[in-house]
Nanobody
Framework: QVQLVESGGGLVQAGGSLRLSCAAS????????MGWYRQAPGKQRELVAS???????NYSDSVKGRFTISRDSAKNTVYLQMNNLKPEDTAVYYC????????WGQGTQVTVSS
């Protein structure tokens, strides 16, 4: 079983930056596709960025050019660097590891004030 622990959320003003971290239990990046999702109040959870086990990265149109997903295999950690944050980025952000099973972290709150 994969365990994921997110950190790095917080309150930031519009235009600011945050870096989220997702620490995984074990060496999983060669097997699992990793993703960052977010869920705002009253909205469905949506995929923000992904880093596949083959090494390709993808972003939603709403964050392209502002967010960057990366990983450190030595630390079993996936990051989401978020720049030029907007109030509409406010949400709970979740880390996901997916192969035949899907595992989720507990989520970390990101709040962007205008």
């Amino acid at each position: 079983q994969v365990q994921l622990v997110e950190s790095g959320g917080g309150l930031v003003q519009a235009g600011g930056s945050l870096r989220l971290s997702c620490a995984a239990s074990g060496t999983i990046f060669s097997t699992y596709d990793m993703g960052w999702y977010r869920q705002a109040p009253g909205k469905q959870r949506e995929l923000v960025a992904s880093f596949t086990r083959y090494g390709s990265r993808n972003y939603s149109d709403s964050v392209k050019g502002r967010f960057t997903i990366s990983r450190d295999s030595a630390k079993n950690t996936v990051y989401l660097q978020m720049n030029n944050l907007k109030p509409e980025d406010t949400a709970v952000y979740y880390c996901n590891a997916n192969y035949y099973h899907s595992y989720w972290g507990q989520g970390t709150q990101v709040t962007v004030s205008s």
